[in-house]
């Protein structure tokens, strides 16, 4: 299979390095943001006309996109009618969640590489302009691109460590009419970094994902 991996804001594409051994049987195109495209984007969908640019003339089985990338891939799909049979966000808000979902890794996961990731996060984030950080933190609403996906979009969340919080859907602030178009998954062990945290079992995921057969359009499924 092709497919095309987009990370999420502050990241590069060395965010993928411990879940790339697991793909190594797909060819993998491994975006990277320029920083000049980052730092003078005013709108989420700046990234989406580079990203089209680059790659909008490969054909692709399947997307996957972390948090900011997850909404990316949505917007290749929704505006420019990039066909994927598979769309894979990551710990993807498509509106402002709840507490529960608004920490970056598991306890054990900040003790053991926490610093070496904010230290990385702070030296890409001076090439983030202001207002495409306003983008992603505030009043943002990005339902009305998954309303406009034919296909199947999966996201899958880190549990928090949490399994049994029967709140977590709810928690998404997603009307009824957006959860019935998401398959929506959670992984063990994990909170917004799963590529770091839990590659093993994410990769145990997205391989049953990309095997099954392409969903027909519009998937009513939430869980």
Known sequence: MRLLLLYGAYCT???WKELAPYLAEHAVDYAAYPRAVTAGAARVEALTDWAFAAYGSNAYDAVIGHSLGGIVAVQLAARYRMRFDHIICLDTSFKPANAFYRNLLTPAH???FGQTLLDAFGRERAFYGPA???ALREDFDYTADLRAVSGNVCVIYGDRGVPAYTGRIADL???ADTRSRLEIRFLPNACHMPMLENPAQLSVM???ILERPAPP???SRSA
Do not use: E, G, S
Request: a negative charge; aromatic letters at 0%; hydrophobic letters at 50%.
């Open 206 to 208: 997205l391989k049953d």
């Open 132 to 134: 495409l950080v306003r």
């Open 217 to 219: 359009a519009n998937p």
């Open 173 to 175: 602030n997603l009307d």
């Open 110 to 112: 900040m003790d053991a």
């Open 13 to 15: 594409n060395a965010i």
